[in-house]
């Protein structure tokens, strides 16, 4: 059961039937709460809170529409995610040093829709997910919240109708409260909210009531699916992974894919490009004691070459996954994406969800952005630097995929020419996929298929330099070249 209250004006008997219209539990406590302006959003809530005839408490504004059912699904996410104390439909995981929870947009999650001068649109802050997702605080226009659970109420000294929500979240989490944003729940705000004195004033008075835990951010766990099923089959998958003296980041490589490959008929080729005499000793040792690895020898390094003399004189596979010697495979990558490629007879190239080391999104989706305001376009990675800005679900048509792990047929492989070998350092990738593209194949991106690159989130400056030199001379000419093939794959923004 459960206990709902808001905050309004004067009495409003429309809002209470509302709410109760779309309630399907028994019994719920509904009540609205007479302020006209002399109490505070907290000292309302703390109110609420005390009184509440249930432990499950949900605190709205007076300007919602709710969907039907709204009351039964947060008492299933609470029943189903008892770790949680804390719920709402938008959130960030970093409470910034402004005090401006929006502020970095790239670390928000969920949706919530606006209605204005008789327009009703969604705000989606993140790709959907069938789960909730772990947050630093919610927006307050809808708190849930288990009155056994939670360690603070709402902070009294923000006296007014702003920054409550933070406030109460914050002390709450450092407390090791799990706040998360729901999925499934519609709600239209008839407001689009706004920036008043009022609300200039108490960001001032938080910032100083919480400088010493700003900025605040929660790095949520990892989310990876490790009950993956595959069709069994019999096709040989190569996997190549160039490398130089990188033996350890290179072994958590190849013993994740060990591990977690389901799939039988599977080869490992390690192309080395020159590693030291103590290096190469380990590999021989490492291919020595797995039938599945092999090692071959370079002596130079030039990523799209290499890996097109392994695949031309080395791999045995109908399939290819080109993978960077510093993944690390979290659940049956291999085996899945070679189900996909034999499920879709058109299939290009094949993704994953890659994440850095601390969590956020490296990959979900090479992505083409043109911003209309700037009238200029930016090649990126759908999620980039993200916690939930990339899909966790399967995406058939995204303009391409890192090759720092990527699935595609030999066959069709072979008729594309493979990598370019005219670049200095980067794009060989990018280019790969759109020549799929143009050969009316689709690039599936898998958003259930995780791995974490534990590539540096800065580069060299002559690494830089070398990508800028291939953007400007390679990349540049072949994407005009090419536009009609790309232009249904751009997004734009503003």
């Not at 804390?86 to 970095?104: D, H, Q, R, V, Y």
């Not at 702003?162 to 519609?186: M, Q, R, T, W």
């Not at 002596?299 to 045995?316: E, L, P």
């Not at 690494?463 to 005009?480: C, F, H, R, S, T």
Request: net charge neutral; glycine share 6%; aromatic share 10%.
């Amino acid at each position: 059961m459960i206990s709902i209250f808001f905050s309004s004006k004067k009495p409003d008997p429309d809002y209470i039937n509302h709410i109760m219209a779309n309630c399907v539990t028994e019994n719920p406590e509904i009540e609205g709460i007479e302020n006209p302006g002399l109490y505070s959003l907290s000292e309302v809530y703390n109110q609420c809170i005390g009184k509440a005839k249930y432990n499950i408490i949900l605190l709205i504004h007076d300007d919602l529409i709710l969907s039907k059912g709204f009351d039964k699904k947060i008492l299933n996410h609470f029943k189903s995610n008892e770790e949680y104390g804390i719920l709402g439909l938008a959130g960030t995981n970093i409470i910034p040093e402004s005090g401006i929870w929006w502020e970095k947009r790239h670390l928000m999650t969920g949706r919530v829709w606006h209605q204005h001068e008789n327009n009703t649109y969604e705000s989606r802050y993140s790709p959907l997910k069938n789960r909730i997702t772990e947050v630093a605080t919610v927006d307050g226009l809808f708190i849930a919240l288990d009155k056994n659970k939670i360690k603070y109420g709402f902070d009294e000294r923000l006296d007014g109708f702003h920054f409550y929500d933070l406030a109460f979240c914050l002390l709450n989490s450092k407390e090791h409260i799990k706040i998360g944003v729901v999925p499934d729940i519609k709600v239209v705000h008839k407001s689009i909210g706004e920036i008043d004195d009022g609300w200039k004033e108490l960001k001032t008075r938080f910032i100083e009531l919480f400088k010493d835990n700003l900025p605040y951010e929660i790095k949520p766990l990892l989310y990876v699916d490790k009950e993956i099923k595959s069709k069994k089959n019999n096709d040989l998958v190569s996997i190549i992974i160039p490398s130089k003296d990188n033996f350890n980041v290179l072994n958590d490589c190849v013993q994740s894919i060990l591990e977690l490959t389901k799939h039988e008929q599977y080869e490992i080729l390690i192309a080395d490009t020159g590693s030291n005499e103590e290096t190469l000793n380990k590999l021989r040792e490492l291919g020595d004691n797995n039938e599945k690895v092999r090692i071959v020898y370079y002596d130079y390094y030039h990523y799209g070459k290499i890996n097109n003399d392994a695949v031309k004189q080395h791999s045995q596979g109908k399939y290819l996954v080109f993978c960077n010697d510093d993944i690390v495979f979290k659940n049956d990558v291999v085996s899945k994406m070679l189900e996909i490629n034999k499920d879709n007879r058109n299939c290009g190239t094949i993704g994953a969800r890659l994440h850095y080391p601390d969590g956020k999104i490296q990959h979900g989706g090479i992505e083409m952005l043109f911003s209309q305001s700037k009238k200029r376009s930016q090649l990126t990675h759908a999620g980039l630097k993200s916690y939930h800005g990339a899909s966790e679900e399967r995406i058939k048509g995204v303009l391409g995929n890192t090759a720092a792990l990527m699935m595609i047929e030999k066959k069709l492989f072979n008729k594309i020419g493979g990598f370019i070998e005219n670049n200095t350092e980067a794009f060989e990738d990018l280019i790969l996929n759109i020549e799929c593209i143009k050969l009316n194949k689709k690039n599936i991106y898998c958003g259930n298929l995780v791995a974490i690159h534990y590539e540096s989130t800065s580069r060299g400056d002559k690494k830089q330099k070398g990508e800028q030199e291939d953007m400007a001379n390679i990349v540049n000419p072949y994407l005009k070249e090419n536009l009609k093939y790309i232009k249904p794959y751009i997004k734009l923004i503003q």
